[in-house]
């Protein structure tokens, strides 16, 4: 059982950046595909980031290609996501999620993800 924590959400102005942070514990993180996912009110939960085992490849929504980094230290079981250029519409909870790495569906398919972090609210206003 693999648990996830994240952190550093707040609210920030448009423009703005803020650095998300993931923890986990209770497994072997590095087995483990890491994602970072969004839900606004009243709207779906989308696919954000996500990165792999070894921190040399990871994936974007459209969205926030160029603005958005998705990163890992697998030494420390932390996750993190650097946002630049924060948006109002990048208002949301987000959440991180793991799935075990021999797993080959998209990683935009929030079921294929076996653990869920609580969320941390990012509000992008002025």
């Known amino acids: 059982q693999v648990r996830l924590v994240e952190s550093g959400g707040r609210l920030v102005q448009p423009g703005g950046s803020l650095r998300l942070s993931c923890a986990a514990s209770?497994?072997?993180?590095?087995?483990?595909?890491m994602g970072w996912f969004r839900q606004a009110p009243g709207k779906e939960r989308e696919f954000v980031a996500g990165?792999?085992?070894?921190?040399?490849?990871?994936n974007y929504a459209d969205s926030v290609k160029g603005r958005f980094t998705v990163a890992r230290d697998n030494a420390k079981n932390a996750m993190f996501l650097q946002m630049t250029y924060l948006r109002p519409q990048d208002t949301a909870v987000y959440s991180c999620?793991?799935?075990?790495?021999?797993?080959?569906?998209?990683?935009?398919?929030?079921?294929?993800?076996?653990?869920w972090g609580q969320g941390t609210q990012v509000t992008v206003s002025s």
């Open positions: 209770g497994g072997n993180f590095d087995f483990y595909y």
């Open positions: 990165i792999n085992r070894s921190n040399s490849s990871a």
């Open positions: 999620a793991a799935r075990p790495w021999v797993i080959s569906t998209a990683p935009t398919s929030s079921s294929s993800y076996y653990y």
